[in-house]
């Protein structure tokens, strides 16, 4: 996934342009304000329509058609232009009420659609924002997965201190950016839109599986630490059972002893190693131990026939140290062999471990990062236009 650059802020139309822009962001997508659609009726556009009415012939059967008496000549006729007069102005009147009424229903009808399709881009800006909200604790995710066993003790803490925040802003950031796809009708804001949605899916999905690898690199960095103290105790252990072989080699009574306190020495060692191979296998499960734990309870084995047979010798019991002796080097050559199944570094080895069980994930991981920059890419190109 590209980083993406800063765009320029936006200015939205109908703000002063000292009113506060949206920031710029340092990785996947570009928050900004849009233009609204334009809506509302120009001046030049009338609202106006043409009825029929207002232009009527006067109709047949006037009082002028009628006989009249002598009596009543002028009367008729004065009523009679007066309720002509009257009929038409009610006509007028009429026809200037319904076209009143028309270009209210009219403009309310547009007043409403512009006023929705303003609050749904001011949706689509608050899913920008949201999404804006997780850039920064996406490049420390970012971090983490690429050197999972590097030291990057405030990438971490903010990773896992925005843990759940991150899951509910790109929620909401999905719901506010769906419903402005559904609901604009400017194809351009329909596209950012769309984008907008799908750079919230695969952020979604990116900081699952990301999440998912941190988790295991934590696991399998502890288990490391452990195996790395416990081979040292194996070390350890060899170096004291070459002092007692040494010791032994000259046989006096002093010598025994010595040599037994180095035997001692070497099985508390790798009685250790026991105990932290097992805490590496609880701390990080992928990684098998069972072949370590093998060679050292055998070895732990080989010790204890010798210092039998050292025993043997301080009592003056040579057959029984002649019989605990053979029984060491049988334990002994057993562990060699046992040795040859072991990992040629077995602090490197949990990390090899961790790369084959993460494998498929890391290709989920930069599938979900390359959608994501490509969304991200077009609602910043859309934005930057925007902005010029």
């Known amino acids: 996934m590209s980083v993406l650059d800063a765009a320029k802020n936006a200015v939205r139309p109908g703000r002063h342009k000292d009113d ?47 006989p009249a008496h002598a009596s009543d000549a002028a009367a008729p006729a004065e009523h009679g232009g007066a309720l002509r007069w009257l009929a038409s102005f009610g006509a007028v009147a009429f026809v200037v009420a319904a076209s009143i009424g028309l ?58 201190a925005r843990r759940s925040a991150v899951g509910d802003s790109l929620a909401e ?28 899916a695969s952020r979604t999905n990116l900081w699952n599986v990301g999440l998912s690898v941190v988790d295991e690199a934590r696991a399998a960095r502890a288990a490391r630490e452990c195996v790395e103290e416990g081979w040292q105790a194996v070390l350890d252990a060899d170096m004291h059972l070459k002092k007692a072989a040494s010791l032994v080699s000259n046989t006096t009574d002093d010598n025994v002893r010595r040599a037994n306190e180095e035997t001692n020495a070497a099985s508390a060692s790798l009685q250790q190693a026991v105990s932290l191979f097992m805490e590496a296998q609880n701390a990080y499960p992928s990684y098998d131990v069972a072949l370590f734990l093998d060679y050292l309870q055998k070895r732990i084995e080989s010790c204890g026939y010798a210092l039998a047979s050292n025993q043997a010798l301080l009592d003056r019991d040579k057959e029984t140290a002649q019989a605990q002796n053979d029984a060491y080097n049988q334990a002994d050559q057993e562990a060699v062999e046992l040795a040859e199944g072991l990992p040629n570094n077995p602090v490197a080895s949990v990390k090899d471990v961790f790369e084959a069980s993460v494998a498929d994930k890391m290709k989920d991981y930069e599938t979900a990062r390359s959608q994501t920059g490509n969304a991200d890419a077009f609602i910043r190109d859309y934005l930057g236009e925007q902005g010029k």
């Open 103 to 160: 270009v209210a229903l009219g403009a309310s009808f547009v007043s409403k659609d512009v006023s929705h399709q303003s609050y749904q881009s001011d949706r689509l800006d608050a899913a920008i924002a949201g999404l804006q909200e997780t850039d920064e604790v996406f490049e420390s995710l970012d971090v983490l997965v690429n050197d999972p066993f590097g030291s990057h003790p405030e990438e971490e803490e903010l990773v896992y």
């Open 173 to 200: 950031a999905d719901a506010a950016a769906r419903e402005a796809s559904e609901n604009l009708r400017d194809n351009r804001e329909k596209e950012v839109a769309a984008n907008a949605v799908a750079t919230a």
């Open 20 to 66: 506060p822009k949206v920031g710029t962001v340092s990785l996947f997508t570009v928050p900004g304000f849009r233009k609204k659609p334009k809506g509302a009726p120009k001046k030049d556009e009338s609202l106006l329509y043409d009825t029929g009415i207002g232009r009527r012939k006067r109709a047949r059967g006037t009082w002028k058609s009628r």
